[in-house]
């Protein structure tokens, strides 16, 4: 479930980059995470943990995560997340061990291990030995002698002291050693455990209980020699009374009655003089969203008249209902497809029920279409980004890449997803998204300060330039803005298209497709709005509009609205530019996988590294190889190769944009 608990993770003890200062997460964070979304979100909660139990015990028999499953099923239970409905209350062997001599023990049971000061010697040697101090987490483990794989227990309390146990050896305290790890005291490792694990076993002889480290790359580096590869720290088995204990509660604490937190208590998430709106219900089975909406007033009348209802998408969480004159706008906390939602109707009571289903990895719906929306506001004349953080280039801190072009290289790399790069791996190319980021990678690392680009077929039709003014630090992503310039340059009359065609790519020009273009034409507004420190005038081309639908392309209001700082050698195209923030664009793992390793981007990096060099160095130089004293395509005279099979290797790549001289 986290990194850190997987097999790959425990079993490379060559990895020595270090650990994060992440936060360890743990079954029973899962376990609080759980019964925060179940105050906080409408969901029916009692149909819905079963499936939700199911596939995440699904994964993890999958991923081989066998050794964690206990444990969670049993913190989802402590926390009152989800209950076993069925419980297994089957009478326990007896043994005289705390609450495990009564046949009907409690379906949880406390634990506490005793681990002697002599087992930890070792571990306090070698980690005094060590430069840098080193941080490690505990964790139990119960395993059958003749067993493989032990159940794992994370959520463990370590205390040094004395163990002092009640008269009934049913619960007990402990006097702490504040001295801890410079003191003479035995460790003693507290935590819950299942029992139905010892009701499926059984022979009480035959089971280990023990304490083991939890595997970190720092932690494996330096114990592995001392502790072994599962870095065991000590184990005893049940029959050894004076280390291993069970309580019906951690020592000194009372024990969690598990109580299903309440549910989300506010209905009606938005009310006025025309509806009444309800949060959307949540269903985990069939992965939607169902909102209940009364209609109410003159527009309810309207609605029982028989008026036709209709759905259109303003954003990827946002849809509008409407009929006749009224619009209702129906809001859901993650992106929905628009294309697959159904209306219900009851014409009697003047109500609307909407269920729409949430975007999936295998259908993402508007969201891939319009990633950045500017819409105007229905009730007043403004507009709205809702999507993108406001930029103000004031305060933020200037950065400087001159001598990071390497590191900026593969922060840029990691914009594709894994769709994204089979697609470019399959067909040659992006989509418009995946090429709306090629050209971004591509605009942040060209050498030159002014990027163009422009339709690959035909040539003759509008081109975009971009002045690059400078980058900045976004502390808000944790990632590059770029303060830029655009204009747009329409066709140049009298100019043929198939003539405009045959012009090499410079260093600092993207060619792409009439589709792609038109994908970078909607996303521009959203760039400008971004960074905007002007107001829309009355006569603004989005104001005007009747349209609700995204806006499509800049409106002339931001039009020589220029820094102090735009630099002199751009004077003259100052008043057709508009301000916008450029950023790097990433993709989000819940709507698109992206565990795979990065691929192989040959073609690119090459284009880059060729466009760069050709900027700085006169001499040719191989697109695929980038040796110098190349030679040239004997085709296009564009292109050069140093041989034969650098050339067939870059064909595919070339083929695009290769011309000869008869076809001009």
Not at 258 to 279: C, G, I, R, T, Y
Not at 368 to 382: A, C, D, K, T
Not at 547 to 567: M, N, T, V, W, Y
Not at 654 to 663: D, F, I, L, P, V
Request: some cysteine; overall charge positive; aromatic content about 10%.
């Amino acid at each position: 479930m986290f990194p850190h608990e997987s097999i790959e993770n425990s079993t490379s003890f060559e990895i020595g980059n270090g650990d994060t200062d992440q936060p360890l997460y743990t079954k029973a964070s899962f376990a609080a995470l759980v019964v925060f979304c179940k105050r906080h979100i409408a969901c029916r909660w009692d149909e819905s943990m079963p499936i939700l139990s199911d596939i995440i015990l699904d994964r993890m028999e999958k991923g081989h995560a066998f050794q964690g499953m206990q444990d969670l099923m049993m913190h989802l239970g402590l926390a009152g997340a989800f209950n076993d409905p069925v419980p297994d209350t089957s009478p326990l062997p007896t043994y005289s061990l705390g609450i495990l001599k009564y046949k009907k023990a409690p379906v949880d049971a406390a634990v506490v291990l005793r681990v002697p000061r002599s087992k930890l010697q070792p571990i306090y040697n070698k980690v005094n030995s060590l430069v840098e101090p080193l941080a490690f987490s505990f964790q139990l483990y119960l395993q059958r002698k003749t067993g493989l794989t032990p159940h794992i227990f994370s959520s463990v309390q370590a205390i040094f002291g004395k163990l002092r146990p009640a008269q009934d050896g049913e619960t007990g305290t402990i006097e702490e050693d504040w001295s801890g790890w410079d003191g003479t005291s035995d460790l003693y490792l507290c935590g819950y455990i299942p029992t139905v694990i010892l009701r499926l076993w059984g022979d009480f002889p035959d089971i280990i209980v023990g304490a083991r480290l939890l595997s970190q790359t720092k932690v494996v580096n330096a114990l592995k020699n001392t502790l072994g590869p599962f870095l065991n720290v000590f184990n005893t088995c049940l029959k050894h009374h004076d280390s291993v204990y069970f309580f019906r509660s951690l020592p000194g604490l009372k024990k969690p009655s598990p109580k299903s937190p309440p549910a989300l208590e506010k209905e009606v998430a938005f009310e006025n003089d025309v509806h009444s709106a309800k949060f959307p219900r949540l269903g985990l089975n069939n992965a939607t969203f169902t909102t209940k909406i009364d209609v109410i007033g003159k527009a309810g009348q309207i609605l029982r008249d028989g008026a036709t209802v209709t759905v259109s998408q303003q954003s990827p969480s946002t849809l509008t209902i409407t009929f006749n004159n009224v619009r209702i706008p129906c809001s859901f906390p993650f992106p929905v497809i628009e294309q697959d939602t159904k209306v219900r109707v009851s014409r009697k009571s003047g109500s609307l029920e909407v269920i729409t289903p949430l975007v999936t990895y295998s259908n993402r719906g508007f969201f891939r279409s319009h990633p950045f929306p500017i819409v105007r506001q229905q009730f007043e004349p403004r507009i709205q980004s809702p999507f993108l953080p406001y930029i103000d280039f004031r305060k933020l801190q200037k950065f400087d890449i001159s001598d990071k072009t390497a590191e900026l290289q593969l922060h840029l790399n990691s914009m594709f997803s894994d769709p994204e790069n089979a697609t470019k791996s399959t067909t040659g190319q992006f989509d418009s998204l995946g090429c709306l980021k090629d050209s971004i990678r591509r605009m942040l690392l060209s050498p030159s300060r002014m990027f163009r680009i422009r339709e690959s077929i035909p040539a003759g039709s509008t081109v975009f330039v971009f002045f690059i003014a400078g980058f900045h630090f976004d502390f808000n992503s944790q990632s590059i803005v770029v303060d830029a310039y655009v204009k747009c340059l329409p066709p140049v009359p009298g100019v043929h298209p198939s003539i405009s065609a045959l012009i090499p790519p410079t260093p600092d020009e993207h060619r792409i497709s009439d589709r792609d273009m038109n994908f970078w034409r909607s996303v521009l507004p959203a760039l400008a709005e971004r960074c905007r420190d002007w107001e829309h005038t009355p006569q603004c081309e989005y104001l005007g509009s009747e349209r609700q639908e995204p806006l499509e392309s800049l409106c002339s209001c931001g039009h020589g609205k220029i820094a102090e700082d735009f630099p002199e050698s751009w004077k003259r195209d100052a008043s057709d530019v508009t301000r916008i923030a450029i950023s790097p664009l990433f993709p989000l793992p819940y709507i698109e996988s992206t565990q795979s390793p990065a691929p192989q981007t040959t073609a690119i990096s090459n284009s880059v590294s060729e466009n760069t060099d050709r900027a700085m160095d006169k001499k040719p130089r191989c697109r695929v190889c980038q040796k110098q004293l190349a030679k040239s395509c004997a085709r296009c005279r564009d292109a050069a190769y140093c041989s034969r099979e650098c050339q067939v290797k870059d064909w595919k790549e070339h083929k695009k944009h290769c011309r000869s001289e008869s076809q001009t």
